[in-house]
T-cell receptor, first 117, second 110 residues
Framework: AQSVSQHNHHVILSEAASLELGCNYSYGGTVNLFWYVQYPGQHLQLLLKYFSGDPLVKGIKGFEAEFIKSKFSFNLRKPSVQWSDTAEYFCAVNAENYGGSQGNLIFGKGTKLSVKP | DVKVTQSSRYLVKRTGEKVFLECVQDMDHENMFWYRQDPGLGLRLIYFSYDVKMKEKGDIPEGYSVSREKKERFSLILESASTNQTSMYLC?????????FGPGTRLTVL
């Protein structure tokens, strides 16, 4: 079965530190890749997505992610985090033909990021 | 802006009660989803629907059912609530590119 792994459950950083959150998926075919973020008390919202083309994708709030097909990875990065980036981050994959329905996503278990001021 | 609304933010029910969670989207999306979110487990798909009156089981459908009588509304039903169904329930609707989430319903079953 397809799966998504996020390597870190909880990451604690100081402001201005660089961030990289790992995400690996298990599906061998064509995939669409997403990072969602959930700020405290708010609903999940899309950070960025990759469908095709340039494997380096830029999203909102200075985040970017790189798709490396050979490593089945889609790691999220930010050069300098802020206290306001404290949130939970979810990687997700839409594997073509999974579940027979367009838009069906498989989510990782999430990584909590705590940024100390 | 896409809007996905859920009928309640917080709900407290007793074991054995029948529970209805309602979700409405205003963007004419065909696909709608129900997830539960638990600490350390991420989002797990309960059911999804890709058209009116159509439904598909997700990864954890046991103890749940759904109803989609109108395109904009997708209901999750707990026929007989149990304490292990205490969780955060998230509804989403999607276009081909992205899922849009509601604010969630935190359900506590006593």
């Amino acid at each position: 079965a397809q799966s998504v792994s996020q390597h870190n459950h909880h990451v604690i950083l100081s402001e201005a530190a660089s961030l990289e959150l790992g995400c690996n998926y298990s599906y061998g075919g064509t995939v669409n890749l997403f990072w969602y973020v959930q700020y405290p008390g708010q609903h999940l919202q899309l950070l960025l997505k990759y469908f095709s083309g340039d494997p380096l994708v830029k999203g909102i709030k200075g985040f970017e992610a790189e798709f490396i097909k050979s490593k089945f990875s889609f790691n999220l990065r930010k050069p300098s985090v802020q206290w306001s980036d404290t949130a939970e981050y979810f990687c997700a994959v839409n594997a073509e033909n999974y579940g027979g329905s367009q838009g069906n996503l498989i989510f990782g278990k999430g990584t909590k990021l705590s940024v100390k001021p | 802006d896409v809007k996905v609304t859920q009928s309640s933010r917080y709900l407290v029910k007793r074991t054995g009660e029948k529970v209805f969670l309602e979700c409405v989207q205003d963007m004419d999306h065909e696909n709608m989803f129900w997830y539960r979110q638990d600490p350390g487990l991420g989002l797990r798909l309960i059911y999804f629907s890709y058209d009116v009156k159509m439904k598909e089981k997700g990864d954890i459908p046991e103890g749940y059912s759904v109803s989609r009588e109108k395109k904009e509304r997708f209901s999750l039903i707990l026929e007989s609530a149990s304490t292990n169904q205490t969780s955060m329930y998230l509804c989403a609707s999607s276009d081909p590119d992205e899922q849009f989430f509601g604010p969630g319903t935190r359900l506590t079953v006593l």
